[in-house]
């Protein structure tokens, strides 16, 4: 059966009334999903995978209407949705996510110990607001609401403008895929428009909000999350510059081949990631620019996601064109409206740490700005000035004294990389997106196996009779899940 | 060797002028701290735990002087805080704190998966906000400092006015053991002062808050960390209700017995404790209130920590007996300054629902408002109306159904309990202190030793160098920590 309520919903534009119509159904599912089972719910994961699936030669097309990103990189990023889905389903199935830990009672303590038993559980309905890059593994059914749904949170997902026809028909094949698979009314509703996105970071029934989007419109919303009068966590990931740091040594072994990578790199998929890498260091009277711009060629313009995105890129490549410090070096910053075409910007260390507020922006399109550095200690320098970035790169040669770079990396990113471009998320369970302030706003990430942690809370159970104990925490471990037991770690027991 | 200047910090009142200095020496601090080894920490824990006890003779009278526990008390609370320190530092060794994940490349998913090893590391330096309370195990040397300094994080402590003396004696002995135990200056601060903790909430270098006392003061703190142009995690234990649910079979088998257990717990230091049982529902008709004014007997005034805290119970009490829907069963509303008297209130399910914002409100001291319900569905409603509260009690015979009862409960609560009364907090893996809003604002605990998690971020090394790389993510493991590897959990090598 499909629940009706879920696809009126999701075909029409709601006023807040039919936001309380979803929250009220929300609210009522999370009485069935906070019991359900963890393979219950990866029935549902894998459930909506399989119809996503099934659907792709009528949704990849739908997508490349709006977001105008081609097929091949729509497909594959169906692929990476749909295979991200059953990640959590076999993650949720594995049990760690639960951190199950068992303390038997010790009276030798101090104080003494009564039997504890702790497991993490699931939030409550949460709001999804998706990205407009990424209309599927950053949207309707992405990362945050497959992440949310596999913890047992009903999920509320404000519909992008940017490709609604798609988020309202993706909606639709969930929720279908959903409620066959048997997951209650309301797990799982789309709504849309802008006053409804507002009420929805402070309707009471919403215990936590997953953002992709600009640093302007999250922080906003973090601010009304922060705001209520019950505080809820806003997951943000914002904005970022993504420093790249090239060595001297690197530069003189293979520039050529750093100045392919780095152009294919940022104007991969119209400059529009929010990987992409904004800045790169490099030894100054390289060159390097000039030379990436030749690596670049004869940039055409590229239909970027919305006009108002390509204006913004527009505007921001003016803002630095006209700055004395930067000159442009390949491209033009006579964009065509609706268009980004690459440009190549260059500037130095000297002028980008005088003026960061100027120079140091994310500016979202196929740009990156060529920053020279005289020595090690400068290039560090702007490093920090960057700040709060999702990666920070280097490119240097094997056996190069990496001492000094790397915890600067490591202090202003969540991902630091070693000889790589920092476009592609690979979805596993060492992967981090998100890093400080403002690339994300809490130590979280939003890809990968550890994003559920995001939506879970946890809860000690004392001196609980066996028979109300969740099975996770019964004494035999039913499930066979890793526990923690008396402060010991024991993997499952299906495993070595 | 001592660090002066946290000495001078620790015993004069600082201006923001000497919060900048403590500000800038734990980002100096930092640098060492966020590079150095497991062992390392556990050493500074140890050792702070060790010359903490060796004070116990010099450090408890001086507490009781200023909060009047009475020593029996006091020596116990010292000695769980030292005990804390040594968890920590064990649980820092075993190493699952940094829940290391290493993915091996996989050119097979989608997208490709290249090397990614994954920790958690130190947010940065981390202000701490003791509990008038407990002015050992949740103040200077307590819970939070213990925690942050586990990860790597240094601390500049916010002394409690309510125990300044004992405060600076604790911040002196604790700052001397980690210098001497080869910790970096700047590691551990106290300063002082209303105006100093205002800013140090806002202090560019401060990088987490851990919090502990009033709805009122930790939500103003808490709305000042998250105004920050770089909002930082708050993680404040504020304001708990705490309610228990006796159910008609366990009041029909073991009246005398509750009412001597609930006597114990509501009146235990005089009643301030934020785990204090402050309604207690039973079934109507049951003068249960009566039998448990007998136990608590002839209330005697006893001092109260401040004369704010017990004007502030003297306040609230009146309020509560002065409500048409409340009677004062037991002891006196006209408390002496200062101190505070054990009370009985007594009200009804129905008075509570129709007025919750004035019967539901935390009245720290020793009280506790006995609510008579109907049946269990309005039992539960009451339940529900309390909300976000630290504990959840139930008190039920063997074998009776629980199964509408323990979801509500653990809705509402952080630790829920059975057959026990929430005052006494164990410190283990399992414990979780903290629950929804307003009795924590996070979704983490503040004891036990998960914590920890409250004062790290994730980062991700993406194709990084073996020599570069942590050892705790290097290939062959040389701490033999626990780690998850290509998705599978590895036990500790010296585990079975």
């Known amino acids: 059966m499909t629940d009706q309520s879920v696809l009126i919903a999701a075909t029409r534009t709601p006023v ?33 995978a399989d119809a996503l699936d099934a659907h792709r030669d009528e949704l990849v097309p739908l997508a490349d209407e709006e977001a105008h990103l081609g097929t091949a990189r729509l497909t594959g990023e169906l692929a990476r949705t749909t295979a991200q889905l059953r990640l959590f389903a076999d993650a949720v199935l594995e049990g760690s996510y639960l951190e199950a830990t068992v303390d038997h009672p010790d009276a030798t303590t101090t104080p003494p110990r009564p039997d504890l ?87 009471p029934e919403i215990r936590a909000v997953g953002f992709t989007g600009s640093l302007h419109g999250g922080r906003a919303l973090f601010d009304l999350a922060s705001s209520r009068p019950d505080p809820i966590p806003f997951y943000g990931e914002l904005s970022a510059v993504n420093p790249v740091l090239i060595t001297t040594a690197a530069l003189d072994a293979r520039a050529d081949e750093l100045a392919t990578g780095l152009a294919g790199s940022f104007t991969q998929g119209a400059g529009q990631f929010c990987t992409n890498p904004g800045l790169v260091l490099v030894p100054a009277g390289s060159a390097f620019a000039e030379r990436l711009a030749d690596a670049v060629g004869q940039a055409s313009p590229v239909p970027m ?29 006579e964009q065509q409206p609706g268009s980004g075409s690459a440009v190549v910007l260059a500037s130095t260390a000297t002028a980008v740490i005088a003026d960061p507020g100027a120079l140091l922006v994310e500016c979202f399109g196929p740009s990156t700005l060529v920053v020279e550095y005289a020595d090690l200690d400068e290039a560090l320098d702007v490093v920090r000035a960057v700040g709060g970035s999702l990666t920070a790169s280097v490119h240097a040669e094997p056996g190069e004294d990496l001492s000094r770079i790397v915890p600067v990396l490591t202090e202003v990113a969540g991902r630091v990389l070693f000889g790589g471009w920092p476009t592609g998320v690979a979805v596993s369970w060492a992967q981090q997106h998100g890093g400080p302030y403002p690339s994300s706003t809490g130590a979280h990430t939003s890809v990968g196996m550890t994003a559920m942690r995001r939506f879970q809370r946890p809860v000690a159970f004392q001196d609980a009779p066996e028979e109300v104990l969740p099975d996770e925490l019964k004494e035999h471990n039913p499930l066979g899940i890793p526990r923690r037991v008396d402060g010991v770690l024991v993997p499952p027991v299906s495993a070595e």
């Open 117 to 203: 038993r702790r497991l993490l559980r699931p939030l409550g309905p949460v709001a999804v607001f998706g990205a407009s890059n990424f209309p599927f593994a950053f949207s309707v059914a992405g990362g945050d609401t497959a992440s949310a749904l596999a913890t047992g949170c009903p999920v509320i997902v404000k519909n992008h403008p940017a490709h609604a026809r798609l988020g309202r028909r993706t909606a639709e094949i969930v929720a279908a895929a959903l409620a066959d698979a048997g997951a209650p009314d309301g797990v799982f509703t789309l709504v849309e428009g802008y006053e409804t996105g507002v009420a929805l970071v402070q309707h």
């Open 305 to 333: 996601l919305t006009d108002g995105i390509a204006s913004a890129f527009a505007a921001g490549l003016g803002a630095l064109a006209g700055h004395a410090g930067v000159r442009v070096v390949g491209g033009t910053t």
């Open 16 to 48: 807040p009334a039919e936001l309380d119509v979803a929250a009220s159904a929300a609210r009522r599912a999370f009485a069935t999903t906070v019991a359900s089972t963890s393979a219950e719910r990866a029935a549902w994961l894998r459930a909506a």
